[in-house]
Structure formats: C-alpha cells, structure tokens
C-alpha cells in the first residue's frame, strides 16, 4: 500500500495552508463559521487515505486499460466506478456548496488542497469527479430552482456525472464559429442539433445519468459569440419527480485515444441526429440556463473554475512526480562522486550527485511553487464571495482576473517539464513502465492543451487581463509583489536578495506591459504573447517564493532549510530567464509577423 506523503507533501499543505495563507482565519466569517482547523485537517485526512486506498491503486491500470466502445457502449476500468462512489459518499462533491443544498460550506482553498490528492493519485479517475463538480455549480449560480433539484442534487450525490460541451470538430477553440443550433419548442424547451469534440466523460455508466452543459446558437448568426445560449442537456430525461425518463437523442460517435489521461474517456458526441428521439421529437432535448445569448459568459463560470483545476491538477502531477524521483534517488546507487577516484569505493546515491540534485530542486520549485500558486488563487476566491467589504471583494476579484491566465498555464509547463526532469533522474528506467513517472509525464502533457491553450491564454492576459478597466489588474499585482517586498526590510540577506531581485523584475514588466498596451498594431503587440505569459508567471513565483520564505518565519528545521534552498534555487536559476524574455517583448520583434508560411 502507497504511503499518501508519496503522492504530496502534508507537510507542506500544512504549511502553505495554516502558515502562509492562514485558513483558519476564514471562521470568523459567516459562511465557515461552523468550520476549525480541526474540520480541515479531518478533511484533508479523510481526502489523503482515500486518495491513498481507492484511487492510486488502480491508476496503471486505468492507463494500460483505455476505455473502449463495445457495441455501442463504453467500457472503463471496473474500478473506477467503485472509487467515485466511495468519493461522493464523503460528501466531498458538495463540500463548497450552501448547507441548504446539502453542502459543508467548505472554503475553496480547502477544498482545491483536498482535491489535489485525488489528481495526484489518479488524475483520470479524479477528472469525473472535477467536471461535475464544475457543472453543477455553474448552474447553481445560473440555473433555476428546478434545474438545481432535478439535476445538481443528484450530481452532488454522486448518482448523475457532469461534462461541458464546447469544442466542436470545424471549430476546435475557436467557439466563435459554434455551428450547433437551439430551437425553440412549443413546450418551452429547446430542440438542438449539432456535433461537439473532445468531450471529457461524454459517455459512459459509472452512474444513473450524464449532465452535458452545451453551447448552442439560438439566434439567426451563423458565426461569432452573440446568439450563443447555454443548455442543459441530459443523456436520459428526467420526469418530474426526480425518475429517470427516456433516452434523449444524444449519440455517441466515437472515442478520442489520447497519448494520456487515458482513463477519462474522450468522445465524440452528436446531438439530435435521430438515433434516439424521445417522444418522437427532431433534436436531442435542452433546457435553456438562464437568458438566451448568455451562453459563453456563464460558461466561463465553469471554464475558469476548471483552469484553476487544471493548474492545481499539473502542480500535483509534478508533486508526485517529483517526491517518487526523490525517493529514486535516494536509493539508486549510481557511480562516485568526482573526488573519489578510487574506483573500489562503494557507489553513492544518485542523490549525492550534484546534477540530480539540481534536477530535484528544478521539480521542487515547480512542484511546490506551482502547489502555492493554485492555493492562493483559491484563498482569492473565498476573499471575493465572503470579505466583509466589498472593496476588498473587488480587489480579490481583480488580482484572480489577472492571474488565473498564469495559475493554468504556468503550472501545466513548468510541471510538465518537472516531469520531465523525474524521468531524467531515473535514466533510462524512467523511460520504461517500470516506474510510474513516464505516465505522469504523458498525463501531465494534457494540461497545457485542455480548458484553453497556452497560446490562448497568453492572448488572455496580454491582450486582456492586463489591460482591462485601464490596467488596473496588472496594477493590482504589481501592489501585492511591492508590499511582499515592503516587507522583507528587515528578514535577513538572502530574503532581501530575493525581494531585490524581485523588485527590479517585477519594475521591468510594468514597463514592457505599458510599452506594448500602447502599441498600435494588435498583431504586432500580441506576436509574443507566449513570452510575455511566461515572463510574467516566472516573476509571479518569484513573487510566490518570496511569500512563503516571509511565513518560514525563523523556523530552522529541515522542512524550512529545504524551502529556503528552493526558493534560492528559483531565484539564482529560474528568475533569470525573464531579462532576454522582456527585452525582446520590448524590442516588438515581428519575426513571426513576417515569416512567410511558404518559407517553413
């Protein structure tokens, strides 16, 4: 049986949760009154074991067993079912959710540490569980009081599972040229025909229904984000009294097999094709979410929800990744050191190698600086819903407009290329099935893909985030980093090391962001908008880094001198990167702009 400190650090979490972001101050606000610190580590506790005994045992297998279409029908690893079911009885599914719902009230950064030990365990299995998740808070907070009994209550049960619907094979990300329709019925419900891609968790029977939330066009465009509605459509109906009713017309095309990620299965999903019409309607049955032609914005609800999933997801990844070339290293004798000529003497450890160790605080600064990144994040969350005054609500939402963009992408790279360097430190075992890190590195190659690429969101915050309401979000942060510097005054030389490295980063991209917002060609602005997303997020955990060397505080055990030889790590190899990064984002190089496609 897997020890749960093999998949994360409690440690950590402990630290980063209690020391750094300060959890337990959220009880004194109404809405987790009724929680202690004791609640969220029984919970964290509670998520560790399960993690541990239900979820990581059957990941290989969920892996090496991909799922299949038997005649007509998909056909998942068996013991997938068995560990959702053992998840929602927890009442995890809902823990974030208003008591009158049947939820703990939980606050969001608990629940996404929780969380991260179920991806780090099993990712594959762990994403049905995150879709419905998602989707049934989105049409809490669209939806109306019917479609939360007849279809978010059993999500949170555990009984229904939930997808999102947006892609669709013409358009890909592109969901301005959604093509499928939305007609109005007679009876007030909607009558949609169309083809969607990529559905993660489309089809399948690990329970009594599926919840697709699908975007449609309902007005007379053909192309573009106006007219685009958000629907309800479920793979059974469900009557009146909660039962399930007949099979909707929604067909299952085909499976998508994927490089990893393999247990989740991926589909290709037709709507109101014919196969199926219940009561002999032409369409798959829908149910509009609040007004028509609020489509794309209520998807968003769920889609920025999922990115700050998928970031916590890559920061776990990279997590366990990372702890099992550790625990390689640390018991893999391998050569001697350069000292030791005498080639009698016994080997060492790989670990007792300088270039491993260098690859292991790479993944550590990822991993962990990653981890803290999505926390934080979260925190902002609760802070927007519950701070006490609403310009500090404002503000929490400004900083988390801003940085969401990074909070997905920048753990999805960087912890790609933690997992990378895992399979590295094992040498050419990590290249085999021997060892579970080269399917952490194939899971983990998803994340820069899914719920927005890294191109897209780089076009999100450059052209974006950081120019919204004036700049205002990236003025936000650069706030935050400066009062984080503020207060390093008197913390020590290596701390003010790091803030003063800090500081004349984070200077130098407030510069580079006001000279490319004030560019006028938008082509010539945006070319390297994936620099500019990467420079930014670099100096962001730079900024993250420096935060918890401020929380160790005086510790001086173990735990603290391994954060502290990370944090350095990141600022004497990571940070910088940035300079060369900003410097050509200065020089508005259109090399790309220019390059004729004939030419490649």
């Not at 400190?5 to 809405?31: C, I, K, M, Q, Y």
């Not at 004798?333 to 350069?338: A, I, K, M, S, V």
Request: aromatic share 6%; proline share 4%; hydrophobic share 40%.
């Amino acid at each position: 049986m897997k020890d749960s400190n093999e998949l994360l650090s409690r440690a950590d979490l402990d630290f980063l949760l209690h020391d750094w972001l300060r959890v337990g101050d959220l009880t004194d606000r109404p809405r987790f009154a009724e929680h202690s610190r004791s609640t969220f580590d029984a919970i964290l506790d509670v998520c560790a074991d399960l993690a541990r005994d239900r979820f990581a045992p059957h990941n290989r297998r969920s892996d090496t067993e991909e799922p299949k279409l038997v005649d007509g029908r998909v056909r998942l690893n068996p013991d997938v079912r068995p560990a959702l079911d053992a998840l929602a009885e927890t009442g995890l599914l809902s823990a974030t959710a208003d008591h009158q719902l049947g939820g703990l009230q939980l606050p969001r950064v608990v629940h996404l540490a929780s969380a991260a030990w179920f991806a780090a365990a099993n990712v594959s299995t762990y994403g049905y569980a995150m879709l419905t998740v998602a989707n049934s808070h989105l049409i809490c907070a669209h939806g109306s009081a019917d479609q939360i009994n007849r279809f978010v209550l059993p999500m949170f049960e555990g009984r229904f599972h939930g997808t999102m619907c947006l892609s669709e094979p013409q358009a890909g990300s592109s969901l301005a040229d959604t093509m499928t329709r939305a007609r109005l019925a007679d009876d007030g419900t909607y009558r949609l025909t169309g083809t969607k891609m990529w559905i993660s968790g489309g089809d399948h029977e690990l329970g009594e229904n599926i919840v697709h939330l699908v975007l449609a066009r309902t007005g007379a465009e053909t192309s573009g984000v106006r007219g685009l509605s958000l629907f309800i459509v479920p793979k059974f109906l469900v009557e009146d009294d909660g039962s399930i009713g007949e099979r909707n017309d929604v067909t299952l095309v085909g499976l998508n097999h994927k490089l990893g990620f393999r247990g989740t299965v991926n589909t290709v999903l037709s709507f109101g094709d014919g196969t199926h019409q219940p009561g002999g309607a032409a369409g798959a049955i829908g149910y509009l979410v609040g007004a028509p032609g609020e489509g794309l914005a209520q998807m968003f609800h769920m889609m920025n929800a999922v990115r700050l999933e998928v970031g916590a997801c890559a920061a776990a990844l990279g997590y366990t990744a990372y702890l099992k070339s550790l625990a390689y290293a640390r018991t893999r004798p391998q050569g001697r050191t350069p000292g030791a000529k005498d080639a009698n003497l016994p080997q060492v450890p790989l670990v007792e190698h300088a270039d491993i160790r260098r690859m292991l605080l790479a993944q550590k600064s990822y991993a962990e600086g990653a981890l803290a990144l999505t926390l934080y994040c979260a925190r902002l969350l609760d802070e927007q819903e519950t701070a006490p005054e609403q310009p500090e609500s404002a503000r929490a939402g400004l900083l988390l407009d801003v940085l969401t963009p990074i909070a997905k992408s920048w753990p999805s790279q960087w912890c790609l290329h933690g997992t990378s360097l895992a399979i590295q430190v094992h040498g050419g075992y990590g290249y085999t099935r021997d060892y579970d890190v080269e399917q952490h590195y194939r899971d983990s190659r998803l994340n820069p893909i899914h719920e927005g690429t890294h191109g897209i969101h780089a076009l999100d915050l450059l052209g974006r985030k950081t120019s919204m309401q004036d700049g205002a979000g990236i003025e936000a942060l650069d706030e935050e980093m400066r009062r984080t510097i503020a207060a390093t005054s008197s913390l020590g030389p290596e701390v003010s090391a790091h803030a003063a490295d800090l500081d004349r980063a984070r200077a130098r991209l407030v510069e580079v962001t006001r000279l490319l917002h004030a560019h006028p060609d938008p082509v010539t602005r945006l070319a390297n908008a994936s620099l500019y997303l990467e420079a930014a997020g670099h100096i962001v955990l730079a900024w993250i880094w420096l935060e918890q060397l401020i929380a160790l505080g005086d510790r001086d055990d173990a735990f603290a001198r391994g954060k502290r030889s990370t944090a350095h790590y990141f600022r004497s190899y990571e940070l910088p990167r940035v300079a060369p990064q900003l410097d050509l984002l200065a020089s508005l190089d259109r090399t790309t702009v220019d390059l004729d496609p004939a030419w490649l």
